[in-house]
């Protein structure tokens, strides 16, 4: 090859380079908004779950505040949830102005991660809670609480990221935050009528245990592009790439499903649908933090601790401090969102370094986790129970109990969601 040619040559290889940088790129932008679907799909798996799991005179007021997070939230995220979250920040709250945004696929990403945080706190409240007021708070959710707590971490500049904490996709930032919210709510608005007789809590089963199962069903498949698209990029097969977080995430929630069938069979003497579900669910909840930060083994461990978690603290929530969660959502998402952020700092790993207390890695990014974990907390369930009780004094939480009685989808929305018939609980 002539030395006349070289120049030629060279601009060939830097073309080549950034073809290739480009389309890298585009394959990680592609990714991300496949991901964001497959997030979006996980609204229809809470509609499911949450309608499965309660009475059948409910289902419409499940699927109408199901259609009001994603439809009202991705308005008022894009308003102005986002800049408090990505803005310019003092490390607490950020700001960039109104409608601001860093490019529609990460809106879009983050938008429907912000509408699962708002719909967690729906199951736990099903069957009594005006929709109006409803509204209202999730208003409040999609706005405030969820993009400035969301900032703390995932805004680079926020003071937990600075910190070193790590939570890749929401174990605590989405789920946690939701859970306890949901917790409050289910607290102030009271148990549902009859679900406690004498003291003792009384099982008010679902309608459905079909749809509630295909529900969990559609959740772990959207929960590949929860986790795997959390990156915001494929990173390929190294230790926090998008097919290492899709497997780990798959073997958690397998564990869970296992730790929380067995746990369940053992207690209550026959295998139990509704606390494997939840088993299933509180599997990946528990390894949604640390999906980027943890081995198979790893991953594998915590989604079963996840659903033994799920079992006792489902009971404990229902039976001790007599809180009526109507699916369990605070124990799922509240409880097994705290544990997976805490797992990282056990036996978590940062590529092929340790930095888990028990795995040699020293007890500094455990305390670091405990620190973003009781932040989480202590910010949703100050902030849910401040809006929760104005909402309480003024608007009112509760509906009448012959609205209850009746059923929230003839009272609230006029209709039935099976009217070919008529539900016998509305009959009793």
């Not at 245990?209 to 592009?225: C, D, H, Q, R």
């Not at 564990?255 to 669910?281: C, E, H, I, Q, R």
């Not at 009971?315 to 007599?322: A, T």
């Not at 888990?356 to 129970?385: C, E, P, R």
């Amino acid at each position: 090859m002539s030395i006349l040619n070289l120049p030629l040559l060279i601009q060939d290889v830097a073309a080549t380079k950034a073809d290739i940088e480009g389309i890298i790129g585009d394959m990680g932008m592609l990714w991300m908004l496949i991901s964001g679907i497959l997030v979006f799909l996980m609204q229809a798996g809470f509609t499911l779950v949450e309608s499965g799991m309660t009475r059948a005179k409910n289902v419409v007021n499940i699927a109408m505040k199901n259609v009001l997070d994603i439809a009202v939230g991705s308005i008022v995220f894009w308003f102005m949830g986002y800049s408090l979250m990505y803005g310019s920040t003092n490390g607490w709250i950020g700001w960039s102005g109104f409608m601001y945004n860093q490019g529609p696929a990460d809106l879009f990403f983050q938008t429907v991660f912000c509408a699962t945080t708002a719909t967690i706190v729906s199951g736990a409240i099903a069957g009594r809670t005006k929709y109006t007021t409803y509204i209202l708070f999730s208003l409040v959710m999609t706005a405030v609480i969820y993009p400035i707590s969301g900032g703390w971490q995932w805004n680079g500049d926020g003071w937990l990221a600075q910190m070193g904490f790590i939570d890749f996709a929401g174990s605590s930032i989405v789920h946690a935050v939701g859970g306890w919210a949901a917790l409050v709510g289910a607290a102030l608005v009271g148990p549902r009528i009859g679900k406690y007789i004498n003291g003792q809590a009384v099982t008010i089963p679902g309608h459905n245990k079909l749809l509630a199962t295909l529900g969990v069903f559609i959740l772990w498949f959207g929960w590949f592009g929860f986790n795997g698209g959390s990156q915001l990029a494929w990173g390929g097969d190294d230790a926090v790439g998008g097919s290492m977080v899709v497997l780990v995430t798959n073997l958690a929630a397998s564990a869970g499903a296992v730790g929380a069938l067995f746990l369940s069979w053992f207690k209550y003497k026959k295998p139990n649908l509704d606390m494997t579900l939840n088993g299933a669910l509180a599997g990946l909840v528990s390894i949604t933090a640390g999906c980027g930060n943890m081995t198979e083994g790893g991953a594998i461990i915590a989604g079963f601790v996840g659903g033994l978690i799920v079992v006792f603290s489902m009971e404990f929530i229902e039976q001790k401090l007599k809180i009526d969660d109507a699916v369990g959502a605070a124990s799922v998402h509240g409880v097994c969102g705290a544990w997976g952020t805490l797992v990282i700092g056990l036996w978590g790993v940062d590529g092929d370094t340790a930095i888990g207390l028990f795995n040699g890695g020293g007890s500094a990014q455990f305390v670091t986790q405990l620190i973003g974990t009781v932040s989480y907390a202590v910010w949703a369930l100050v902030t849910a129970f401040i809006f929760f009780f104005i909402l309480k004094k003024t608007l009112g939480l509760r509906v009448t109990e012959k609205e209850e009685v009746e059923g929230l989808d003839l009272s609230e929305h006029g209709t039935l969601a099976y009217p070919g018939k008529r539900q016998r609980e509305i009959e009793e």
